[in-house]
Structure formats: C-alpha cells, structure tokens
Nanobody, 127 residues
C-alpha cells in the first residue's frame, strides 16, 4: 500500500522559513513523479513545485519562484520543500503528490495527473 506522509508544517511569521518533508512508503518513486501542491480555504488546489517527467528539470509556480526549493533524498524516498521568505498568502494546506508512471506528456502542474496524495500539512504565515 502506497503512502505519502507530509510533515513540517506550522505557524511562522512573515519572512520566516519552513521545511516540509514527504516520506513515501509502499514503493519507490523516481524524482520525476513527485510534486507539491497547496490549497487555501475557499480556493482550488494549486501547483507549487515539481520535478519534470525526466527528473532533469524542476518547475515552480511563479508565486513561489526564488523563495521555495524542491529537493529529494533518494536513499530516504523523501521529497522536501524548503520555503523561505514566507508571505501571508502562502498560508494553505500543503500536499505531496506522486505519479505512478510519468512520461513526456505528463502535465506536472495539473492535480489530475497525480495518482497518490498525502494527507496534507497546514502552513500558516502570520503578518
């Protein structure tokens, strides 16, 4: 049984930092199949960061570019999201997601492409 478990969320002041972790179990995912999304109250789930289908490139939403960094520890089957210079508008539940079989046509930014999701971790940024 595949499980993705996020951790690392919390309450932080604007300008602060948090590091989210997503530990995968049940199978090994290549970095090309992993991403982070977030969902604020009353809003749709939105793309944050992802590895490309080849695993060679990394993509970020414009709203987090230059502030967030996605990374992976293959030995631990874990993906991270380092979040710096946090803003109140970053407040949301953050979800880790994984694709079973990524390919060149995978729309890495679209939630429907992902087969597995974690339970989410709350990030709250106070002003």
């Amino acid at each position: 049984q595949v499980q993705l478990v996020e951790s690392g969320g919390g309450l932080v002041q604007a300008g602060g930092s948090l590091r989210l972790s997503c530990a995968a179990s049940g199978r090994t995912f290549s970095s090309s199949g992993m991403a982070w999304f977030r969902q604020a109250p009353g809003k749709e789930r939105e793309f944050v960061a992802a590895f490309s289908w080849s695993g060679l490139y990394i993509y970020y939403a414009d709203s987090v570019k230059g502030r967030f960094t996605i990374s992976r520890d293959n030995a631990k089957n874990t993906v991270y999201l380092q979040m710096n210079s946090l803003k109140p508008e970053d407040t949301a539940v953050y979800y880790c997601a994984a694709i079973k079989n990524p390919h060149s046509g995978t729309r890495y930014y679209h939630p429907n492409e992902y087969d597995y999701w974690g339970q989410g971790t709350q990030v709250t940024v106070s002003s």
